[in-house]
């Protein structure tokens, strides 16, 4: 080259290129608008998949060529991208996207900026729940959103929850939430993955759930999956845990339990049936621990893989879970597994596509409880579990008249298996009118439930016998969206209109036999049996919706939301089929007024209210016919002659139960957002409420479904969170709800009361263990006031009834010096006054601690679980409790536990057994670290945690679990009883996150 300077400058500049192209480690940190750290940034190189997050403090460390381009982005902030340009130390500042983050609220059939709602709407973030091991949906909602209340009603492995929004409406129909899950309405939430979701919003007043018509009386909770984005991400997370049973009776030990009924006997005339060297023996032996067979250590997993990605226009996301636990009780056990994938498309900047699969199976094992809980208290500690012949000791000459509780545990097999399979596939299409589209959407939904049960030689007296119940059930929706959003000056109008179809059809068969000749394949095989029986079913009904709703906005400061819906049922007859559900709802933002922003004190101050009404199809199809029965009849000895009878009489005049609610609320954040509160005052009343009425022989006997009752619930909530402490290294966030519930039944069509019951206390209940009565709450407890027991001065008194000192006392009403069930009144109340929930999440770098209570109140329990270990008649002939050895004798006159007299006659079902439910719980509490990226080559993130649930109850319950009931979720006259019921766990969790 002629000019020798030309040639150095070129070698230069080549030497820089090929250094900028090599890769060098680049550090940083990435701060808010208030400096401090930001943690969980993702940072990205431009056009590549490496990558890596911030971790507490906001720091980051990757490797990245010195050319390439930084991309930081998080949910809330303003995404950036920034040139590397040969640095190693790269800060960054992002700036709060207030669009994104105004805009994070999913109501019904589309979104609203949080500032311009007007109804009463809790959002969950997942956030407060990402520090727990959880499972299962209603475990997110317990104590996180204020008026809704979640019963862990099962504790077993996969048992039932009971979710209530602002009380109970209907007495015959479910009171459980409409759940809607990316959009397709009424979907199961034991089969969604709380690792799988994006967003919870849950819609409490008439104003949000109108919008939903004749299935948002109960309330909505909406939920949106997860999406894929740009890139590959990789995220595994892992967990293992063991449980123990929280608390266990306290019983008496063999030796004393012996002298127990030794001293019974001798007061009642009776022979002792232990000798002195027996008890001395059981003394220094002991006896068997019932308990400590029946009960175990408990363990589970949890295993989730998820991988995302996509380009600027497809993303992808893929997830699997697998949920594995083997409850407290012996023999127990659930199983889950769930596949899902999200896709998403921009086919064009009008066009886009959407299409998300989902599979989910579950398998419960013996998760009821029953028989082995309650036989447990009923069995000696002086009866051998097993015999000679290794087998579990058939009878119990002392205690129990019923089976061994080991039986219950090992001869019989109930399982319940789902499988279900969900598509919801649409497209959204921008319309050449500017701020108009239309959304179109389609959801398959298939479920097989079968049901399998079976009972062995031993439990069932050598007739072993087996029934299997299968159904299909297929739910189809079509849902058309029209969205206009129209911003002139001071102006905003958003309007929607939807034309939504659902269609419902379940086909099923049972199976039953006993007689089984080859029992050792228990329900696989039951076409060898001495008699069985079959029937089948099937129902279909189907739904046609009109709605709309307009939102209106002048200067983002008056809000005023109107919506209506017009719902047509084929359960109705042709008189009744179609019904309006309206609302209407009014915000203020004063926040927004000059004279409070001149106070320089809120950040945010709303006032709304509002009035609507939902409804509800609380019957089964065809309730409005007159159904006939199959019947077996005998005549003149021959062999029975199949044929029909009519059953209860239809009615074509049912029409839908109708839910009118106010709701007045306010909104006020300070500190820029960094506290919030909220409080809300609702009343709801339900009319042409459902109820079965008898009808006279004359008339055709039986009942008759009408709409002749009416329901009230009302009630005051409360939120309180935020930020309080937040510095360079130290984050407190804490949120605080409390919820107070008052019930009452206005009218039952002019009767005076109506008495439900469960079925549960099988022997224990001489009546309806609940009575509906105007002025009294749903699931008030029907049965006799106890006063104690009669004491030495009620001789006389006692004598009138047949008793003498020490015999139960029971209230006469009547004064007739009997007591019978004349003398049953209203003894307890099954539903909480307040309910609470406080969460609290502590960050101190790369440390995170989670510390969860939740909270129940005034609530009272039926506690028939101690009633027969503490009655000594029924199945369970003696004492076994600790208790007894405060009974009433000489000396001991002050007791209110009865003595031992020939004249004993105990009622269970009484106030001596209503306890006080109410607990504070330590739901609880978790410790995790996030690992420096370094860990891993900068290559990802990984974060390990322990976690403790269920840790301290603070109750004076006296079972094992003031949480857990028999009864189901579809029932709420009749709740609350513990009669064997499977207790909650506590659980001890060890779990890895790893991201990549």
Do not use: C
């Not at 049953?824 to 101190?844: A, D, M, V």
């Amino acid at each position: 080259m002629k000019n020798p300077v030309k040639l150095v400058v070129l070698l230069l500049l080549l030497g820089q290129n090929f250094a900028f192209a090599q890769t060098s480690r680049i550090t940083g940190k990435v701060t808010g608008p208030d400096n401090e750290g930001l943690p969980g940034v993702n940072v990205q190189v431009e056009g590549t998949t490496t990558g890596t997050a911030t971790d507490a403090a906001g720091n980051f460390v990757l490797n990245a060529p010195g050319t390439a381009s930084l991309i930081f982005s998080n949910i809330g902030y303003t995404s950036q991208t920034v040139p590397v340009n040969g640095r190693t130390v790269v800060n960054v500042q992002l700036a709060e996207d207030l669009k994104t983050l105004s805009e994070v609220v999913v109501v019904g059939y589309g979104t609203q900026r949080k500032t311009d709602v007007t109804g009463a709407l809790t959002a969950i973030s997942t956030k407060e729940f990402a520090q727990q091991p959880i499972t299962r949906l209603d475990q997110v909602l317990q104590g996180r959103a204020a008026g809704v209340q979640v019963t862990q009603a099962n504790g077993a492995p996969g048992g039932d929850a009971r979710i209530r929004v602002r009380g109970a409406n209907s007495v015959l129909g479910d009171n459980n939430p409409l759940y809607v899950i990316d959009g397709y309405v009424g979907a199961d939430f034991n089969f969604i993955n709380p690792n799988d979701i994006a967003t919870i919003q849950v819609l409490k007043d008439a104003a949000s759930t109108s919008i939903y018509g004749s299935r948002g009386a109960n309330g909505v909770v909406i939920i949106t999956t997860k999406r894929g984005a740009k890139g590959i991400k990789v995220m595994y997370e892992g967990q293992a845990s063991v449980s123990n049973v929280i608390k266990r009776y306290d019983v008496l030990p063999a030796g004393e339990f012996a002298e127990i009924v030794n001293a019974r006997a001798t007061a009642t005339g009776s022979t002792p049936p232990f000798t002195a060297a027996q008890i001395t023996d059981y003394r220094q032996n002991g006896g068997t621990d019932w308990q400590d067979l029946v009960y175990r250590k408990g363990s589970g997993q949890q295993h989730q893989v998820t991988v995302s990605g996509g380009s600027d226009k497809s993303t992808f996301l893929i997830s699997g879970n697998y949920v594995g636990q083997k409850g407290i009780v012996e023999n127990s056990d659930f199983k889950r597994y769930i596949l899902r994938t999200n896709l998403t498309t921009q086919l064009n900047d009008k066009l886009s596509l959407r299409l998300n699969l989902s599979g989910t199976k579950t398998q419960n094992h013996n998760t009821n409880g029953g028989g082995a809980l309650i036989q447990v208290l009923a069995w000696a500690p002086t009866t051998p579990a097993y015999g000679s012949d290794g087998q579990p000791t058939f009878t119990d000459p002392t205690g129990s008249v019923y089976r061994n509780p080991l039986d219950f545990l090992y001869d019989q097999s109930i399982n319940a298996d789902r499988a279900t399979f969900n598509v919801i596939g649409g497209l959204n299409y921008k319309l050449p009118i500017k701020g108009l589209s239309f959304d179109v959407q389609y959801a398959v939904n298939y479920l097989n439930a079968q049901n399998l049960s079976f009972t062995g030689q031993r439990l069932s007296n050598n007739n072993p016998n087996a029934s299997r119940y299968s159904a299909d059930l297929v739910t189809l929706q079509n849902t058309n969206n029209l969205t206009y959003n129209l911003t002139v000056g001071n102006h905003s109008i958003t309007a929607v209109g939807v034309l939504e179809t659902q269609q419902f059809t379940n086909r099923n068969f049972t199976a039953t036999a006993t007689g089984l000749r080859f029992p050792q394949l228990g329900f696989d095989n039951i076409g060898g049996n001495s008699a069985a029986s079959v029937a089948s079913g099937y129902q279909k009904w189907t739904l046609l919706s009109l709605l709309g709703r307009v939102n209106y906005a002048y200067k983002d400061r008056y809000l005023v939301t109107a919506a209506v819906r017009r719902d047509g049922s084929s359960k109705f007859g042709p008189d009744n089929k179609y019904s309006v559900f309206p609302s209407v709802a009014l915000g203020w933002r004063l926040s927004e007024e000059p004279f409070i922003k001149d106070l320089n004190v809120f950040s945010n101050l709303k006032l709304r209210g509002s009035w609507g009404m939902t409804g509800s199809q609380a019957i089964n199809p065809y309730a409005t016919l007159s159904p006939y029965n199959t019947v077996f009849v005998a005549y003149n000895n021959t062999a029975a002659v199949a044929g029909v009878n009519q059953g209860n009489q239809g009615n074509q005049n049912l029409k839908w139960e109708t839910t009118r609610q106010t709701d007045v609320g306010v909104e006020m954040e300070f500190m820029n957002g960094r506290i919030h509160i909220e409080a809300d005052y609702f009343n709801k009343n339900t009319t042409d409420l459902l109820l079965n009425a008898a009808l006279p022989s004359y008339a055709g006997g039986g009942t008759q479904t009408r709409n002749i009752g009416e329901v009230e619930n009302k009630g005051f909530e409360f939120t309180l969170g935020g930020t309080p402490v937040r510095s360079t290294d130290f984050q407190w966030e804490t949120n605080l709800n409390l919820s107070t519930l008052k019930n009452k039944v206005i009218s039952l069509g002019g009767l005076a009361r109506l008495g439900t019951g469960t079925g549960v206390g099988a022997g224990m209940s001489t009546t309806n263990e609940f009575m509906l009565m105007p002025g009294e709450p749903l699931g008030s407890y029907w049965g006799l006031n106890y006063l104690g027991t009669f004491k030495p001065g009620e001789a006389d008194l006692a004598a009138r009834f047949g008793r003498v000192r020490g015999d139960p006392h029971y209230e006469d009403l009547n004064g007739d010096n009997s007591i019978t069930t004349d003398d049953f009144k209203i003894i307890g109340r099954s539903f909480p006054k307040l309910t609470g929930g406080w969460n609290n999440t502590f960050t101190y770098k790369g440390l995170t601690l989670n510390v969860f209570f939740n909270a129940v109140f005034g609530v009272d329990k039926l506690n028939y679980t101690r009633a027969a270990a503490l009655s000594g008649s029924g199945d369970a002939r003696q004492f076994i409790l600790s208790e007894i050895r405060d009974y009433y004798r000489p000396g001991n006159e002050a007791s209110d536990i009865p003595a031992f007299t020939r004249t004993y006659q105990p009622f269970t079902q009484s106030s001596r057994f209503i306890e006080d439910g109410s607990f504070v719980r330590l739901k609880n509490v978790s410790l995790s670290y996030n690992l420096p990226t370094a860990f891993i080559n900068n290559k990802g993130t990984i974060r390990v945690f322990f976690s403790a649930t269920n840790l301290l109850t603070f109750t004076r319950y006296k079972g094992p679990d003031p949480e857990s009931s028999n009864v189901g979720s579809n029932l709420d006259t009749a709740i609350g009883i513990d009669y064997g019921s499977y207790p909650n766990a506590k659980n001890y969790t060890l779990g890895l996150n790893l991201g990549f």
